[in-house]
Every structure is written in C-alpha cells, then in structure tokens.
Nanobody, 127 residues
Framework: QVQLVESGGGLVQAGGSLRLSCAAS????????MGWFRQAPGKEREFVAV????????EYADSVKGRSTISRDNAKNTVALQMNSLKPEDTAVYYC????????????????????WGQGTQVTVSS
C-alpha cells in the first residue's frame, strides 16, 4: 500500500517559518515528480511547488516564490517544503503528492495529474 505522510504543520505567527516533510512508503518515488499543493477553506486545491526526480527542475506558485524552497531526498523517499515569511493567506491544509506513472521527464502542476496523495497537514498563520 502506497502512503504519503505529511508532517510539520502547525500554528505560526505571520513572518514565521515552517518546514513541511512528506515521507513516502510502499513504493519508491525516486524517479517521479513530487509536488506540494494546498487547499484553504472554501477554495480549490492549488499548486504550491513541484520538483522533478533529479531536483534540477523546480517550479513555485507565484504566491510562494521567493519564500519557499522544495527539496527531496531520493535515498529516504522524502520531499520537503521550507516556508519562510509566512502570511495569513498561506493558511491552508498542505498536501504532498506524487506522480506514479509515465516518463521520468513528466513535470506538471495540475492536481488531477498526480496519482498519490497524503492526508494533509494544517498550516495556520496568525496575523
């Protein structure tokens, strides 16, 4: 059974930082693109950051660009998202996702293109 388990969320004041982690089990994602998405109450799930299997192609949503860093450790089957200078509008449930099929070259930011999802971790930023 494939599982993605996020951790690291919490309550933080505006301007603070959090590091989200995602641990995969049940299969290796070392040759697959991994991404972070978020969903705020009443809103659709949206792209945050994506990293390809070699970590040489990375993209960020404009809303987090310059404040966030995505990284991965293929040996540990993990992906992380460091978020700095957090804002109240960053409040959401953050999800880790993995592409399970297709070419190593695949790279996408649409949630419906990902095959595996974690249960999410809540990030709340107070003003």
């Amino acid at each position: 059974q494939v599982q993605l388990v996020e951790s690291g969320g919490g309550l933080v004041q505006a301007g603070g930082s959090l590091r989200l982690s995602c641990a995969a089990s049940g299969r290796s994602f070392r040759f697959n693109t991994m991404g972070w998405f978020r969903q705020a109450p009443g809103k659709e799930r949206e792209f945050v950051a994506v990293i390809n299997w070699r970590a040489d192609r990375i993209e960020y949503a404009d809303s987090v660009k310059g404040r966030s860093t995505i990284s991965r450790d293929n040996a540990k089957n993990t992906v992380a998202l460091q978020m700095n200078s957090l804002k109240p509008e960053d409040t959401a449930v953050y999800y880790c996702a993995g592409r399970g099929t297709g070419s190593r070259l695949w790279f996408g930011i649409r949630p419906d293109e990902y095959d595996y999802w974690g249960q999410g971790t809540q990030v709340t930023v107070s003003s």
